[in-house]
């Protein structure tokens, strides 16, 4: 049984948050951290592990920094790390992004590929089920629980109004909530071992069945306007009314003001 798990660093927002001037993010500035929701997808995979005898690779695209990620993976319980990194690859969108993650895929061998539902930098849920799309797979989304039984996978899906039972033959994607399950810590043996292993390196000349025109900025569709921090709100006017009714009259008049009303 082999299991991909794909993760993403993410800026730690906690830290500040830091633009380049194209309005790309500029993650080498920010601190970082492994997404909550692919943390989630790992601690699963690793049950599995536990279970099975699974094997557990942790792949993640980004900047030569991104190794962090994979080390914590493996010092977490993951037997390999996969790094994909290239300056041509810079500046993707989740569609260049699934693309390229697709791409190294098909270099590897799996029987289930876990990614989070979505990263908190950018909060699309797109790649998991794209790069399903892409690999021809079929794909179970937003699972706060996973079993594997008989060559398939059943997932409990979480929904509006409640869950699905949703089942698939393996190999297929699974995009996991991080209600999925709560990560398990490092340990020192674990962190020794994780920074005693060879991560593997993939650039764009790795990727398979990937054109140029799909790839990077170039290759992003979508394209950003403006990006700023977060503008703070200025001081609000305080009230000390007699009664409701001498407030209502003071809101109503401030929203007419403002041609709200």
Same mark, same amino acid.
């Given at each position: 049984?082999?299991?991909?798990?794909?993760?993403?660093?993410?800026?730690?927002?906690?830290?500040?948050?830091?633009?380049?001037?194209?309005?790309?993010?500029?993650? @080498?500035?920010?601190?970082?951290?492994?997404?909550?929701?692919?943390?989630?997808?790992?601690?699963?995979?690793?049950?599995?592990?536990?279970?099975?005898?699974?094997?557990?690779?942790?792949?993640?695209?980004?900047?030569?920094?991104?190794?962090?990620?994979?080390?914590? @993976?493996?010092?977490?319980?993951?037997?390999?790390?996969?790094?994909?990194?290239?300056?041509?690859?810079?500046?993707?969108?989740?569609?260049?992004?699934?693309?390229?993650?697709?791409?190294?895929?098909?270099?590897?061998?799996?029987?289930?590929?876990?990614?989070?539902?979505?990263?908190?930098?950018?909060?699309?849920?797109?790649?998991?089920?794209?790069?399903?799309?892409?690999?021809?797979?079929?794909?179970?989304?937003? @699972?706060?629980?996973? =079993?594997?039984?008989?060559?398939?996978?059943?997932?409990?899906?979480?929904?509006?109004?409640?869950?699905?039972?949703?089942?698939? =033959?393996?190999?297929?994607?699974?995009?996991?909530?991080?209600?999925?399950?709560?990560?398990?810590?490092?340990?020192?043996?674990?962190?020794?071992?994780?920074?005693?292993?060879?991560?593997?390196?993939?650039?764009?000349?790795?990727?398979?069945?990937?054109?140029?025109?799909?790839?990077?900025? @170039?290759?992003?569709?979508?394209?950003?306007?403006?990006?700023?921090?977060?503008?703070?709100?200025?001081?609000?006017?305080?009230?000390?009314?007699?009664?409701?009714?001498?407030?209502?009259?003071?809101?109503?008049?401030?929203?007419?003001?403002?041609?709200?009303?």
């Amino acid at each position: 049984m082999k299991i991909i798990v794909c993760i993403k660093q993410v800026p730690d927002t906690k830290g500040g948050v830091h633009f380049n001037p194209d309005g790309t993010l500029n993650r @080498a500035a920010m601190l970082s951290i492994m997404n909550p929701d692919d943390k989630a997808g790992l601690e699963a995979a690793l049950k599995m592990k536990d279970e099975f005898g699974a094997e557990v690779t942790a792949v993640t695209m980004g900047l030569p920094k991104a190794e962090e990620v994979l080390r914590e @993976a493996m010092a977490m319980g993951a037997d390999n790390g996969v790094l994909i990194t290239d300056r041509r690859l810079g500046g993707a969108d989740t569609w260049a992004t699934s693309i390229t993650l697709a791409g190294a895929i098909r270099t590897l061998d799996y029987d289930l590929i876990i990614t989070g539902r979505q990263a908190i930098d950018g909060d699309t849920a797109q790649v998991g089920v794209q790069i399903a799309e892409h690999l021809g797979l079929s794909v179970i989304s937003y @699972a706060e629980d996973i =079993k594997l039984e008989d060559g398939s996978v059943t997932v409990k899906r979480r929904y509006d109004d409640g869950y699905h039972i949703l089942k698939a =033959k393996l190999p297929c994607v699974v995009t996991a909530l991080a209600e999925l399950g709560e990560p398990r810590y490092m340990t020192p043996g674990g962190i020794f071992d994780a920074y005693a292993k060879e991560i593997t390196t993939l650039g764009r000349d790795d990727l398979k069945d990937v054109d140029d025109s799909d790839i990077g900025l @170039a290759g992003s569709p979508t394209k950003i306007a403006k990006a700023s921090d977060k503008v703070k709100k200025g001081a609000g006017e305080m009230l000390c009314p007699d009664s409701a009714e001498e407030a209502a009259q003071f809101i109503a008049e401030k929203l007419a003001e403002k041609h709200i009303i």
